[in-house]
Structures are given as C-alpha cells and as structure tokens.
C-alpha cells in the first residue's frame, strides 16, 4: 500500500511566521504534489515537482514556495503566513505524471 | 481552460438505493478517469479509475465511461450510510490531473 504521511494534522500560527509542511511517500513515486482546498473551491494545486530538486508552479504558488531534496520528501513553504492561507493542505504522490494520486491525511492550517 | 464539472449536490440517496454520480470533462483527448471518496475532514482516496469506453465493476462500485460524450459516472449499488462522502471525480489532461470540484451524497437511513 502507498503510505503518505504529512509532518503535522493541525497547525496554528500566527501572522508573519514562516511555516514548513512536510510530506514523505514511502512508494518511490516520481512526482509529487502540493494542493489546498477550501469549501466550494475544491482542490487546488499549489506546486508539484516531478524529480528530486525540480519543480513547477501550479495554480496558485503565490506566497508559497517548495523544495524537493530527496525523492520521498516534499516541502511546502510559506515564507510569511497571512490569515488567507488558512485552509486545508494536502500532499499526493503518483508514479508519473497523470497517474492515480495518493493523499496524505492533511495539514489544517489556521493562522491568526 | 480544460475542465471537469460536477453537480455539487448535496444528492440524496435512500439506504439500499443505486446512487448514480455524474462528471463531465471538456478535453476530448482524456485518457484515463478517476473517482476518488472524501470523507468530511479527510482526505481524498482513489477508489477506482477508468480507461476503457463502457463499465468496469469492482463490489458495489460500478465506474461508466462514454468517450464520445464525455462523461463518467459512478454508481453505487446498495447505498450505505457509510457511502455519506464528496466524491470527486479526476480527469487525465496532457499529463495532469484536473480535477472536478466533487458531488456531496448523503445516504439517508
């Protein structure tokens, strides 16, 4: 079975912080993913990165930024929280690109 | 800008019923189809996925692809309380996955 697990189930911060969310797959996938998603928006990626130290931007990087340095570990980075990042972030993982993904539990993040 | 649309509900199904999910997507080129289960406050898990024109069974789950009208639908037969989730359906676009914003089911005892 795949196993994806994220640093942390529930997160609070406070405005300006830098926060890190952590997630690591146990399968050897190639690509991986970061999404949010908020009620009535539905998932929305954030970054993805298909190879250890390559990324690209998804549809909303604004004031997130990642890093990737080993193959089973995916970063997310908010350099200064602000109160609109408050949501539920959930890490995936697939073989390749356009392949099934597997979540992570989620991170609910609530800044103040 | 490829998209992939779902009725967002809530549908509400009797216990015992068929619920029947539909998902349509606007990139004739999509190749393969997922449906995926989310419970509230939980995340998202893969429960079958599609490839093939027609239907592919697996127990009380039944996914049906028509390529030529571009929708896919998920049925569930014998609906349990249990099955109560947003069900979000996920279509392969040029090596992405883009994905539906989900139907609410509430199965009502």
């Known amino acids: 079975d795949v196993k994806v697990t994220q640093s942390s189930r529930y997160l609070v911060k406070r405005t300006g912080e830098k926060v890190f969310l952590e997630c690591v797959q146990d399968m050897d996938h190639e690509n991986m993913f970061w999404y949010r998603q908020d009620p009535g928006l539905g998932l929305r990626l954030i970054y993805f990165s298909y190879d250890v130290k390559m990324k690209e931007k998804g549809d909303i990087p604004e004031g997130y930024s990642v890093s990737r340095e080993k193959k089973e570990r995916f970063s997310l980075i908010l350099e200064s929280a602000s109160t609109n990042q408050t949501s539920m972030y959930l890490c995936a993982s697939a073989r390749g690109q356009g392949y099934e993904q597997y979540f992570g539990p989620g991170t609910r993040l609530t800044v103040t | 800008q490829k998209e992939v649309e779902q009725n967002s509900g809530p549908l509400s199904v009797p216990e015992g019923a068929i619920a029947s999910l539909n998902c349509t997507y606007s990139?004739?080129?999509?190749?393969?189809f997922f449906w995926y289960r989310q419970y509230s406050g939980k995340s998202p898990e893969l429960i079958m996925f599609?490839?093939s024109n027609g239907d592919k069974e697996d127990g009380r789950f039944t996914a049906q692809l028509n390529k030529a009208s571009q929708y896919v639908s998920l049925l569930i037969r014998d609906s349990q309380p249990s099955d109560s989730a947003t069900y979000l359906c996920a279509v392969r676009s040029n090596y992405q996955l883009i994905w539906g914003a989900g139907t609410k089911l509430i199965i009502k005892p």
């Open positions: 599609i490839y």
């Open positions: 990139d004739r080129g999509s190749q393969s």
